[in-house]
Nanobody, 121 residues
Framework: QLQASGGGLVQAGGSLRLSCAASGLTFSGYAMGWFRQAPGKERDFVAAFSYRGDNTYYGDSVKGRFTISRDNAKSTLYLQMNSLKPDDTALYYC????????????????WGQGTLVTVSS
């Protein structure tokens, strides 16, 4: 089970940190990632770790602003979001991957429930 939290309302230019607590799965055995879905749009890739955790991947729209991190001892994934823009408004989902490319959501076996981020202009 994955439980995402940390969403909220923030002004443009502000920051938020999302958390995703994992339970019931071997957290260190999965490559973790974040996706987001804005109203009326598809669920898009945001950021992810490689399987060994030594590489990170980011969507083009968040590069340089968002940072993914994880604490295996706490079985928790994080997403630090800086310089937020209204276009970042979406439901943010954490997910656990056990195969394939980090960019494709079909490769993620487990999903959290989503946490809403709203960025006002």
């Amino acid at each position: 089970q994955l439980q995402a939290s940390g969403g909220g309302l923030v002004q443009a230019g502000g920051s938020l940190r999302l958390s995703c607590a994992a339970s019931g799965l071997t957290f260190s055995g999965y490559a973790m990632g974040w996706f987001r879905q804005a109203p009326g749009k598809e669920r898009d890739f945001v950021a992810a770790f490689s399987y060994r955790g030594d590489n990170t991947y980011y969507g083009d729209s968040v590069k340089g602003r968002f940072t993914i991190s994880r604490d295996n001892a706490k079985s928790t994934l994080y997403l630090q979001m800086n310089s937020l823009k209204p276009d970042d408004t979406a439901l943010y989902y954490c997910a656990a991957r056990n195969r394939g490319s980090p960019y494709n959501r079909v490769n993620y076996a487990y999903w959290g429930q989503g946490t809403l981020v709203t960025v006002s202009s």
